[in-house]
């Protein structure tokens, strides 16, 4: 496996090759780095997730440069899945669509949708553009973490994970810490309304006020692996909004203070930059090697609603 940092676009070239070549790429996006695979290769995605350790039904978010890549992949699209698209990608927002033949089983689980997503990062959009060069049409690609852990929101993070369980001709795209550092926002769009199934930094409101009519999340049956018990999980115990005690690891905005003899891992001013920082700072917690991270939710709308639900899952046994 080869690091490369800040890739030249002779380097993003021959990434996309080792793409179409059937090897696994992981690359930054505006949310988490993904670990990429041709999404029209079976073997190269059944790569991922034995490099993940993760089950085989479970489904992959296949990326594409442009809504114009939309028809290869999905039927059925609503108006309002368009209207969605229009507005949002590139950005952190993925599609659940009516699968088109090229989606096949491999990707969807078995399932007859698809998730799609056109990323909103640099180097992302351009290995997308030169893999289609190539005519390649989608790049599958999970969070680059092994199964129920955190999602790696630095290149770093994914050398550490990861690294092990790439093969040598693997490569590993460095662009730098992820701009959002929180999962894109998943809305199924296979019926007569969306439903929000994940929520992320495309809020409820923001989609509710573009279409209107969504629905709550999980209200519907679809697998996503964010609803399984305990995912988005370091080692250490994660308890929200508790008393800590000395010794154990402390997240909270800047302006509440650290309790004493606690280790503070994050400190943000910002909701925004409470999502960029939190993966990172419970990486750090199990870098310490900390038994308990104590996180202070925050408790406003709009992107914390996405913090607390990972937080919720990671809290979980
Ligand atoms: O921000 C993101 O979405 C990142 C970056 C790399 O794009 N990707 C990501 O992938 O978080 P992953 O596999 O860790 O989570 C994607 C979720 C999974 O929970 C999967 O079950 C769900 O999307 N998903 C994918 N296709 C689906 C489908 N057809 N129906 C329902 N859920 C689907
Ligand atoms: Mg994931």
């Given at each position: 496996?080869?690091l490369?940092?800040?890739?030249?676009?002779?380097?993003?070239?021959k990434?996309?090759?080792a793409?179409?070549d059937?090897?696994l790429?992981?690359?930054?996006?505006?949310?988490?780095y993904?670990?990429?695979?041709?999404?029209?290769?079976e073997?190269?995605?059944?790569?991922?997730?034995?490099v993940?350790?993760r089950?085989t039904?479970?489904?992959?978010?296949v990326?594409?440069?442009?809504?114009n890549?939309?028809d290869?992949?999905?039927?059925?699209?609503?108006?309002y899945?368009?209207?969605?698209?229009k507005?949002?990608?590139?950005?952190?927002m993925?599609?659940i669509?009516?699968?088109?033949?090229l989606?096949r089983d491999f990707?969807?689980?078995?399932?007859?949708?698809?998730g799609?997503?056109?990323p909103?990062?640099?180097v992302?959009?351009?290995l997308?553009?030169?893999?289609e060069?190539?005519?390649g049409?989608?790049i599958?690609a999970p969070?680059a973490?092994?199964?129920?852990?955190v999602?790696?929101?630095?290149?770093?993070?994914?050398?550490?994970?990861l690294?092990?369980?790439?093969h040598?001709?693997?490569?590993?795209?460095?662009?730098?810490?992820c701009?959002v550092?929180?999962?894109s926002s998943?809305?199924?769009c296979?019926?007569?309304?969306?439903?929000?199934?994940?929520p992320g930094?495309?809020?409820?409101k923001?989609?509710?006020?573009?279409?209107?009519?969504?629905q709550?999340?999980n209200?519907t049956q679809?697998?996503?692996?964010?609803?399984f018990k305990?995912?988005y999980?370091?080692?250490?115990?994660?308890?929200l909004?508790?008393?800590?005690?000395?010794?154990?690891?402390f997240?909270?905005m800047?302006?509440?203070?650290?309790p004493?003899?606690?280790?503070?891992?994050g400190?943000?001013?910002?909701?925004q930059?409470f999502a960029k920082?939190?993966?990172?700072?419970l990486?750090?917690?199990?870098?310490?090697?900390?038994q308990?991270?104590?996180?202070?939710l925050p408790?406003?709308n709009?992107l914390?609603?996405?913090?607390?639900?990972?937080?919720i899952?990671?809290a979980?046994?």
């Amino acid at each position: 496996m080869e690091l490369i940092s800040n890739p030249t676009s002779d380097e993003i070239k021959k990434a996309a090759k080792a793409l179409k070549d059937g090897h696994l790429v992981a690359f930054p996006t505006e949310t988490v780095y993904g670990l990429g695979a041709d999404a029209t290769n079976e073997k190269a995605v059944s790569r991922i997730y034995t490099v993940k350790g993760r089950p085989t039904d479970h489904p992959l978010i296949v990326h594409i440069s442009s809504i114009n890549l939309l028809d290869k992949w999905a039927v059925h699209i609503p108006k309002y899945a368009m209207k969605l698209a229009k507005e949002f990608w590139p950005g952190p927002m993925t599609l659940i669509l009516k699968r088109n033949d090229l989606a096949r089983d491999f990707i969807t689980g078995g399932q007859d949708s698809v998730g799609l997503r056109v990323p909103d990062q640099s180097v992302a959009l351009e290995l997308l553009n030169e893999f289609e060069k190539l005519g390649g049409l989608g790049i599958a690609a999970p969070s680059a973490n092994k199964f129920g852990a955190v999602s790696p929101t630095t290149a770093e993070a994914v050398e550490e994970e990861l690294g092990n369980f790439l093969h040598r001709d693997d490569l590993i795209l460095n662009g730098g810490q992820c701009a959002v550092g929180l999962e894109s926002s998943i809305i199924d769009c296979t019926k007569d309304q969306p439903a929000i199934l994940r929520p992320g930094a495309i809020t409820y409101k923001m989609a509710e006020e573009l279409v209107g009519g969504i629905q709550n999340k999980n209200s519907t049956q679809i697998r996503v692996s964010g609803q399984f018990k305990s995912h988005y999980s370091p080692k250490a115990i994660i308890l929200l909004d508790k008393k800590p005690e000395p010794g154990d690891g402390f997240i909270a905005m800047a302006n509440i203070q650290t309790p004493v003899g606690t280790i503070r891992l994050g400190s943000p001013s910002t909701v925004q930059e409470f999502a960029k920082i939190l993966y990172n700072a419970l990486r750090n917690g199990d870098k310490k090697n900390l038994q308990k991270i104590v996180v202070v939710l925050p408790t406003s709308n709009g992107l914390a609603e996405a913090i607390r639900d990972r937080l919720i899952k990671a809290a979980k046994e």
